[in-house]
């Protein structure tokens, strides 16, 4: 999607610090999913159930020393190649890449993690659907002169960027609704824990709406193709999909139909935006 808007709006592509970011992006990714579940199983002392039955590490008995130089190892890499491309690019990206890092780390580590608050929403939503499209438009940008990094150009790449935001948190939202009994057990004090089940579902359908407004605006203003209006045809299956959760929230039932969802959502909004680009209508 960043590289789409590039290409649309500027027709700038830098494809070697791009491919190098989508490497350094996919490692980290991965460690931050080693990281949750990492600190999961050693936060989990009071509850030897969810080690056993849940965790990906209890369950397949996995070396728990094994498991933290893995993801030290993957958080490594992505920092090198990282910083490399800060040398290429410039000190904005360095910024960006230590927010990311920062949420990463911070979202099940440290003191108070970020997953164990009513802040995980936010972080998540943000950091994935708004940082990592804003860093792929940056490294496409930076050396074309008539692109200038003030208030404008980050507004125009947020507004564009929330239908994807508002699906990432309502993945995490969902979660967090199917899971409400288990996090209580497990001390965790999400934004389900103090909105309600009732609250958090509301909320959770009208973060939907808010992207596909969101969608509107951007046509409207130019900063997205007229073709990615195209992405409400499959409103009525997103409609279906989010009702079926909220009427029976329950994790292995209904829970996968709010990641088709965001599969879905994004999926819609690449292809049209392809075609946007293609056309340029």
Known sequence: ?????????????????????????????M??????????????????????KTNVIGVNHLNIHLIGWLDF???????????????????????????????????????????RGPLGEFFSGFTMGYVIYLIAIYINVVHNPDVILNFKFYGDALLSSLLTVFAISNLLLANNIADEQEDINLGRKTLVYYLGKANSIFILKSL???????LVCSVILGLLPKLMLLTFLITPIVYKNAKAFSQNPIKKKTFPLIIKNLLLITLAETVTFIFGVIFNF
């Open 31 to 52: 460690a931050v999913d080693i990281n949750d579940n990492y600190w999961d199983y050693k936060n989990a002392t009071g509850d030897e159930s969810f080690r056993r």
């Open 208 to 214: 939907y709406v808010l992207g596909y407004l969101a």
């Open 1 to 29: 999607m960043g590289t789409l808007y590039s290409y649309y709006h500027w027709h700038s592509i830098n494809a070697l610090d791009l491919i190098l970011f989508f490497i350094a992006m996919f490692l980290f990714n």
């Open 73 to 115: 190892s993957f958080s490594a890499i992505a920092a090198i190649i990282g910083l490399f491309i800060v040398y290429r690019t410039g000190l904005p990206l360095l910024y960006l890449g230590l927010f990311s890092f920062a949420v990463g780390f911070c979202y099940a580590g440290g003191p108070w993690p970020i997953n």
